[in-house]
């Protein structure tokens, strides 16, 4: 295993630790809503600072990117850290055991080593550039889905961004009609990872940020997948707009969103 994987490994499960502590007095977890619906809590924060302790105990000249603090420590170095500390707060808040912690670090603007952790299954998602996807201990692969016929699809709801509400739900409306099922979980770094486990086999939303993509992003495509924007392109870290799958799927997600894309959803 590559060091810096290993560290991450370990700095997931430092924060998974905060978080499960927590769920056992939620309670007593203090909620700020820092925008439209999108809500932080004081768990976040403790798990984002054990993240960033185990990281700069290894690795002290190392930059930062992290949901709640924004970018930190050392913004010149060719290592930085994506890290979301707890993908699915709201899930949290309410007590419905789905959410994950998210780190990933890139290296020159690429990103080499990726970590998804569910604290309540104990599961761990990993991946390093070039050396294929984890599942706990086992290799990962995308699903072999040839097109949407019997697939189960995964998607968040535009929450945040509300007036693409039309637009989405004519997309949602056109991927159903060829899927057996789709699911709506409230992670999208667990989604991506599911997608990357086959449990998945594809996943699309509109507006993500980089720290709810960055690993998930690295485990679809060591495990065999592709990530593109909405029109087939690399622009989904800057739009945050994804579809993930195996290339077929894609094709096939891709088919149903394009008639859908105004000029917003199409940068």
Known sequence: M????NIAIRAARSAGKVIMQATEQLDKVEIEQKGSNDFVTSVDQEAEQAIIYVIKKAYPDHGFICEESGESGNTASEYQWIIDPLDGTA????????????????VNGKTEQAVVFDPVRDELFTATKGAGCQFNTYRSRVSKAKDLKGTIVGTGFPFKV???KDAYLAIFSDVFDDTADIRRAGSAALDLAYVAAG???????????PWDTAAGELLVKEAGGIVTDFTGGHGYVSSGNIVSGNPKVVKALLSKIRPHLTPALSR
């Open 162 to 164: 509300k007036h693409y």
């Open 91 to 106: 899930n949290y808040i309410k007590g419905i055991p789905h959410f994950c912690v998210s780190i990933a670090l890139k």
């Open 2 to 5: 590559h060091p810096m994987l």
């Open 199 to 209: 449990r998945l086999d594809g996943f699309f939303e509109i507006g993500l940020k």
